[in-house]
């Protein structure tokens, strides 16, 4: 009963102790709630609380029609697109997009793009906001090392891992072994301008 008499001493009644050591233990547990999601902790969060490995909804090579159960339990809404086939380098026949709203990434519901290209899922595109990044970089150099392009400012690939973050476009980008090749041409094009 030390810590009483200890409060006592310093003109503290039980029930001011007692008060005392509930708000501690709240905001102790809410520190450790918040750094438990890393979408509400850039700075000093655990990299390892977030995995960046592509989500299992990514299914690369696989049609719309595969994705069509994923389109429907992982996102709010959803609508597909056809885009120019010549916009597409992937492509040669058919270029579509389907807008996936509320996907959940990092701790919040996001728009991921899936792109197809003549029928196969060839990358995503997930857009997040420029204060996710910070936190992003730590779990994805925790969890793939160090990048294999950096451009200061504008992307970081990790391409053994097919897996890429944007700064000047805040998002996430996950590709197939297929578009790996043309993705990889791109930051090399970005890294040698610098």
Same mark, same amino acid.
């Given at each position: 009963?030390?810590?009483?008499? @200890? #409060?006592?001493?310093? /003109?503290? &009644?039980?029930? *001011?102790?007692?008060?005392?050591? *509930?708000?501690?233990?709240?905001?102790? $547990? *809410? =520190?450790? $709630?918040? %750094?438990?999601?890393?979408?509400?902790?850039?700075?000093?969060?655990?990299?390892?609380?977030?995995?960046?490995? +592509?989500?299992?909804?990514?299914?690369? #090579?696989?049609?719309?029609?595969?994705?069509?159960?994923? !389109?429907?339990?992982?996102?709010?809404?959803? /609508?597909?697109?056809?885009?120019?086939? @010549?916009?597409?380098?992937? $492509?040669?026949? &058919?270029? =579509?997009?389907?807008?996936?709203? /509320? !996907?959940?990434?990092?701790?919040? +519901?996001? %728009?991921?793009?899936?792109?197809?290209?003549? #029928?196969? %899922?060839?990358?995503?595109?997930?857009?997040?906001?420029? @204060?996710?990044?910070?936190?992003?970089?730590?779990?994805?150099?925790?969890?793939?090392?160090? +990048?294999?392009?950096?451009?200061? #400012?504008?992307?970081?690939?990790?391409?053994?891992?097919?897996?890429?973050?944007?700064?000047?476009?805040?998002?996430? %980008?996950?590709?197939?072994?297929? *578009?790996?090749?043309? !993705?990889?041409?791109?930051?090399? /094009? =970005?890294?040698? @301008?610098?």
């Amino acid at each position: 009963m030390t810590h009483k008499r @200890e #409060g006592a001493a310093r /003109g503290l &009644s039980e029930t *001011a102790m007692t008060n005392r050591s *509930a708000l501690i233990s709240t905001c102790a $547990a *809410a =520190m450790v $709630a918040l %750094l438990a999601n890393p979408a509400h902790a850039a700075d000093g969060f655990d990299p390892s609380t977030f995995d960046p490995a +592509p989500p299992p909804a990514f299914q690369f #090579g696989e049609s719309v029609e595969a994705h069509a159960a994923t !389109f429907a339990s992982d996102c709010t809404s959803f /609508g597909t697109r056809t885009l120019p086939v @010549e916009e597409m380098p992937l $492509a040669t026949e &058919s270029h =579509m997009q389907v807008d996936c709203e /509320g !996907f959940e990434y990092y701790g919040a +519901p996001r %728009l991921a793009e899936f792109v197809f290209a003549d #029928g196969a %899922l060839t990358h995503v595109w997930v857009l997040t906001g420029a @204060e996710d990044l910070p936190g992003m970089q730590a779990a994805f150099d925790y969890s793939f090392g160090a +990048p294999s392009h950096h451009v200061p #400012g504008a992307v970081m690939a990790y391409m053994p891992h097919r897996a890429v973050l944007r700064f000047d476009t805040p998002e996430a %980008l996950y590709m197939s072994e297929a *578009a790996a090749p043309f !993705f990889a041409a791109w930051f090399d /094009g =970005m890294v040698s @301008e610098q």
